[in-house]
């Protein structure tokens, strides 16, 4: 619409503004204009970016219009991975039949490869919403979900179908624990023999390295953050492999020869797997593990911000590629007051490594306690002449 003011249009000190009605054709973006947007600058548009530009105007509205449901879920996968609670709400309570969506039957080839890619853990995933926030153990997500499910028919039973469970036997745990564990003592057998060759004592453990810790490293990278999107079944369930890395770590600390390998083995090991947490963990490292679970103390404004003690390092890092951050220049550790290490400084002992261990095995112990009383009373609510599962 055109608008336009003039002598006319103001009375008593007030602009009226008239709308004048334009042809069909001022609506119809220029053919040059749409191949540059939906060839080039589309790419580098984020799905948020490309919501709002649907929104600016009727001619890119008609534009995304067929797409907008799709951008709608992509948003909507985007916000359950990185816990944007508000967003999530503002999406279902508008359109709650997006939780029933198959990503593989509305993605292209290309979006099925590439995936949703969280902005915090860079984690690339690709699934049903409750699938993923239920694999992760995002329990206050999880909740956040399970409401809308009951707007849409049959949607109870749908949430149950979707709901992914660490079902494993407690010999299938054991061997999950023996793998991880293996594959921790692997990573410390080479990080025990390093010299640290390059560079001087003023630069980072990790750009002093050799060539064989380097390569260790990256390939411990790559399966923590593979290049395309996850299968969830198949991917580590990083808190118990967080767990075995605690363990290993006070298991095998005599092997280390010194502190700068274990504070690099602390930096590089333990804080790329603490960089893939969900954020609904993250806060609680920002906040202390120690405080939350033995003190039981709550998420402070600046945790839930995902901020560690000092109030300005983020706790994850700012892009995939990023070197710097968590798992480069430091780890967190378990308590408020002893909560970031940049090494080497010989803080991080036996005794603090065994406490991690008990302290997230019971944070984990918990959330899989509260998300397998939430499935039962699911199940109740479909099925309630069925007797509970003891």
């Not at 290490?341 to 065994?354: E, I, K, L």
Request: net charge negative; glycine share 4%; proline share 4%.
């Amino acid at each position: 619409m055109d608008t336009r003011t003039t002598p006319n249009n103001i009375e008593q000190g007030k602009i009226i503004i008239q709308r004048i009605a334009q042809p069909e054709t001022a609506y119809i973006l220029s053919p040059y204009f749409l191949a540059i947007l939906l060839n080039v600058v589309i790419d580098d548009l984020s799905i948020k970016d490309q919501v709002n530009l649907a929104k600016t105007c009727f001619g890119l509205y008609t534009t995304f219009k067929p797409n907008l449901d799709k951008l709608a879920f992509k948003q909507l996968l985007q916000s359950v991975v990185d816990n944007e609670n508000d967003i999530v709400k503002k999406i279902l309570d508008k359109k709650p039949s997006l939780l029933l969506q198959d990503p593989m039957k509305i993605f292209s080839p290309k979006e099925i490869k590439e995936g949703i890619e969280s902005q915090l853990t860079w984690q690339r995933f690709l699934a049903k919403p409750l699938e993923i926030a239920t694999f992760r153990g995002q329990l206050e997500m999880t909740k956040l979900l399970l409401p809308y499910f009951k707007e849409l028919e049959n949607g109870q039973a749908e949430a149950l179908l979707q709901w992914k469970v660490h079902e494993l036997s407690e010999e299938e745990k054991k061997e999950k624990e023996i793998a991880y564990a293996l594959k921790m003592k692997a990573l410390i057998d080479v990080i025990a023999k390093e010299t640290f060759p390059n560079g001087t004592k003023k630069d980072r453990l990790i750009d002093r390295i050799s060539e064989e810790t380097k390569a260790a490293l990256s390939a411990f990278r790559k399966e923590l953050l593979p290049d395309g999107a996850v299968t969830l079944e198949n991917y580590p369930d990083v808190e118990q492999l967080l767990i075995a890395s605690y363990k290993a770590y006070a298991d095998y600390f005599s092997v280390f020869q010194n502190w700068d390998q274990r504070d690099l083995y602390c930096i590089a090991g333990l804080g790329l797997i603490q960089s893939v947490l969900t954020p609904e963990l993250g806060k609680v490292y920002c906040e202390g593990l120690w405080d939350v679970v033995e003190s039981n103390k709550q998420i402070s404004r600046r945790a839930d911000e995902l901020k560690l003690n000092d109030d300005e390092t983020s706790f994850y890092r700012s892009g995939r590629d990023v070197h710097s951050g968590l798992s480069f220049d430091f780890f967190v550790g378990i308590s408020y007051q002893h909560r970031m290490r940049r090494g080497p400084n010989g803080s991080f002992g036996v005794r603090t490594a065994a406490d991690a261990v008990e302290l997230l095995k019971n944070y984990v112990e918990q959330e899989q306690s509260s998300l397998a009383n939430l499935r039962e009373n699911l199940s109740q609510e479909i099925y309630p002449n069925i007797s509970p599962r003891k």
